[in-house]
Nanobody, 127 residues
Framework: QVRLEESGGGSVQAGGSLSLSCAAS????????MAWFRQTPGNGREFVAA????????NYADSVNGRGTISKDAATKSVYLQINNLKPEDTAVYYC????????????????????WGQGTQVTVSS
């Protein structure tokens, strides 16, 4: 079992930045990909960004491309997400996810690809 714990959510003004953290524990040797998803009320979880744990290859959704940066710290088994120039539509609960290596970038964007999830952290962007 892999446990994931997010932190760093909160309320931010539009145009500002946020940084989220996700710490992995347990059977972390199983983890080869970590990702961030987000969810708004009444909608499914939407892919935000992913990072390959060993190679560091990244993948971003169009909605945050150019504004978001996903990074990792192998020593602390943590993954981070920074989004700049925040917009009200970035308001959501953000979830950290962990899973195996994927064949294609497309597979990284599917919620069903990830067996492990954090509890989520709320981000609210006000205009």
């Amino acid at each position: 079992q892999v446990r994931l714990e997010e932190s760093g959510g909160g309320s931010v003004q539009a145009g500002g930045s946020l940084s989220l953290s996700c710490a992995a524990s347990g059977r972390t040797f199983e983890v080869r990909t970590m990702a961030w998803f987000r969810q708004t009320p009444g909608n499914g979880r939407e892919f935000v960004a992913a990072i390959n744990w060993h190679g560091g290859r990244t993948n971003y959704a169009d909605s945050v491309n150019g504004r978001g940066t996903i990074s990792k710290d192998a020593a602390t088994k943590s993954v981070y997400l920074q989004i700049n120039n925040l917009k009200p539509e970035d308001t959501a609960v953000y979830y950290c996810a962990a899973g195996p290596p994927f064949v294609t970038k497309v597979h990284e964007t599917f919620t069903r690809s990830y067996p492990y999830w954090g509890q989520g952290t709320q981000v609210t962007v006000s205009s």
